[in-house]
């Protein structure tokens, strides 16, 4: 029984140093050992939401608000928009769960996430629910972005016109790519 104590212990031990140092080499400024390191931990920070934007403490920070969608199009020319979740429309006991959404859409927008955006485009078409017979589809993914209210003001005018900034696209050939494991 002892041994087994000790062993969970270790484990434990392990698994805290270990995301301890994650977040230590994630949140340090560019140097070549957080190059060298990065990797390693990129895996277990990105899937699980676990980086920071540090944009909102800058001197000059984000000025806009931005809502990633994706468009997708296949063989017959159906073309479906989806939306990704947005949190601030969601009801208080929804938002909890999914209060990491909103990071994967703002960081999709950084070179080091590119393998990401596939992601996010295969999952749409998975999220649709598309036929194999609707193979190949066509997956757009973009950013509706608006300009946040001045300062001092209450609310942003609602029927100012969205700017559309493409992310990335991608072609699916079929079913099995997209469902693939």
Known sequence: MARR???WKLVIS????FHMAGTLVWVTPESPLRRELLPWFRSYMVPLGLWQGWGMFAPDPVQSTYTLEAEVSDVRGLGRIHEFAKVADLP??????????PKLAANLLAD???PQREMAARHVVRTLGIAPDAFPVYVRLYYQVAETPPPGSSQADPMAPKTIHNLAAFQFESWDEVHRR
């Open 92 to 101: 208080f006991w929804r938002k909890m769960p999914g209060f990491r959404h």
């Open 14 to 17: 392990a698994f805290v140093l």
């Open 112 to 114: 080091e996430y590119v």
């Open 5 to 7: 104590w000790t062993a």
